[in-house]
């Protein structure tokens, strides 16, 4: 399988109290399980992320549960009130555990 | 005359080919309406959602049930004692109707969140927002997917 | 080439005795004026003007189009030493928006491959680069590294117009192209023509027919939830019309490959584009 390559964007410079806009894409195939194998009729198993995080200095201020209906290559925007200079750090699960 | 007899048995089929496909269209509609009130009951606890308060974005017409833009925001002062905790995405018309759940604190500053969905037909796609109060709110949007030329 | 626009602020649609359909493009599309009066057509539109605002927003969008995973992909094999003679893609070419400027807007090309000068696109000489000079193993066609190797060459030259060569020793090359452009196949029938150049802009069930141009390829299509090369969608248009598709990188795609571009000589290359 294709290697997973996450890509995120994030602000580099925000005031304390702004509210930023992160955007993140990662690549995955989201496997949904409802596909068939179109040579052998089989149901291809279902792959998927299923949970993603995002972490500033440590606390969580975004997570989300993840169901096959997302889309391949899955794509997430949402927001983070800076409180200080720190660090985001992001974290996506698949159904093998890797992230 | 055999050309104009209409043979009982021929009969008997078409009437049976007829019915099941009725009965089958029946279930699994209800099916679907129940999995997605299912999903929604399971979220708020039972609480009856309300509306207002969250807004859903979501293209009238999808080029393409593969790959649809959604977008979610909540009004909230996301502070400690008032913010929105979750927000449940669903398809209706989807072979299961989840789709996403997303989790908010205080430190997200806002409860907006944006995503590409699969739609597998024309189909209504629901967000029910939780606040910390435990009160619900719900939007939905009816998005209509094309039928691809050779995109399929 | 002149870049015009052009307002269609007419009837939505026409109905034909027929009963066909005919679908207006949406206003304002850009097209371009052919580049010689030989072409068979008057204005010449990319398949980026035939999609909805969201598709085209997303190819615009350089973060979110996913065409540039398969691009970072790419990025990194570059400098990826590999093979017998540890070579990588720089040890030769240095830094790719230098030594693959003016590469991807005028593939395919004639060059040496196992001592004989053949047409060859990127994907063709990405491989003879592996074999012949890294000792490398060729990628099969469509794999995720030739894709995306592909995509960061052809990239280098996005903006810049299709400028393909089809005189001299290419003439045979591209008449065999405008010949297969123009052959029947397959259990419909049809040909190439029969779409994209007789139909484009009308409706094929609910979506638009392209003149199938190729300045956006390789291209991330909604349908396949990824990436894929020009030789694939030739292959699945193929597929579609009930015939049985050449292989991907063959002569007749490469011939094929080379007069589809002359059909969209002057179209700004537009890798990785984002398809339905």
């Given amino acids: ?99 | 005359m055999k050309q104009v007899q209409f043979s009982r048995r021929e009969a008997m089929v078409l009437g049976a080919g007829a019915a099941t496909v009725t009965l089958l269209g029946g279930v699994t509609g209800a099916l679907a309406a129940t999995a997605t009130d299912d999903a929604i009951n399971a979220f708020t606890g039972g609480a009856t959602p309300s509306e207002g308060k969250i807004t859903l974005g979501a293209p009238e017409i999808a080029e393409n049930g593969n790959t649809v833009p959604i977008d979610v925001s909540v009004e909230s002062a996301m502070t400690d004692d008032d913010h929105v905790e979750s927000v449940l995405v669903l398809a209706d018309g989807n072979p299961n109707p989840g789709v996403a759940t997303f989790h908010f604190t205080p430190m997200s500053g806002d409860a907006t969140a944006a995503t590409r969905i699969r739609l597998a037909s024309t189909q209504n796609v629901v967000a029910v927002a939780k606040m910390k109060d435990g009160s619900v709110y719900m939007a939905k949007r009816e998005v209509k997917v094309t039928i691809g030329g050779c995109g399929g | 080439m002149m870049k015009k626009t052009v307002g269609l602020g007419v009837a939505a649609s026409v109905v034909l005795a027929g009963g066909l359909a005919v679908a207006e493009l949406r206003e304002g599309y850009v097209y371009f004026e052919p580049s010689s009066e030989e072409h068979p057509l008057d204005e010449i539109i990319s398949g980026r003007e035939f999609r909805d605002d969201a598709t085209r927003a997303l190819q615009e969008d350089d973060f979110e189009n996913p065409g540039f995973l398969s691009l970072e992909e790419g990025e990194e094999l570059w400098s990826t030493v590999d093979g017998s003679e540890n070579k990588s893609c720089e040890s030769c070419h240095g830094d790719v928006a230098e030594g693959m400027a003016g590469v991807g807007s005028t593939y395919p090309k004639l060059m040496a491959q196992g001592g004989k000068t053949t047409l060859t696109n990127i994907e063709n000489q990405i491989n003879t680069c592996r074999t012949e000079r890294m000792g490398a193993e060729a990628y099969k066609y469509d794999k995720p590294q030739l894709t995306g190797l592909t995509v960061l060459i052809k990239n280098v030259d996005r903006g810049e117009p299709v400028n393909v060569s089809t005189e001299g020793d290419y003439e045979s090359w591209f008449k065999k192209g405008e010949e297969l452009y123009y052959t029947r196949v397959g259990q419909l029938d049809m040909s190439c023509a029969h779409c994209h150049e007789e139909h484009y802009g009308e409706y094929i069930r609910a979506d638009h027919l392209s003149q199938g141009q190729t300045n956006g390829f390789p291209t991330y299509r909604f349908k396949w939830q990824g990436m894929g090369s020009l030789h694939r969608r030739f292959s699945g248009c193929m597929k579609n019309i009930r015939g049985v598709p050449y292989a991907k990188g063959s002569d007749e795609f490469l011939a094929l490959e080379l007069y589809t571009a002359w059909r969209g000589q002057g179209l700004p290359v537009e890798t990785p584009s984002v398809r339905n």
């Fill in chain 1, 1 to 99: 399988m294709a290697k997973v390559k996450p890509r995120v964007k994030v602000p580099k410079k925000a005031a304390a109290g702004d509210i930023v806009t992160i955007k993140t894409l990662i690549s995955h195939p989201m496997e949904s399980g409802q596909r068939k194998d179109k040579k052998t009729g089989e149901l291809i198993p279902r792959k998927i992320i299923n949970s993603f995080t995002a972490e500033f200095n440590g606390a969580k201020f975004f997570s989300a549960d993840i169901d096959p209906a997302v889309s391949a290559n899955p794509y997430m925007q949402f927001s983070l009130k800076v409180p200080e200079s720190g660090e985001v750090k992001f974290t996506w699960v698949d159904d093998e555990g890797s992230v």
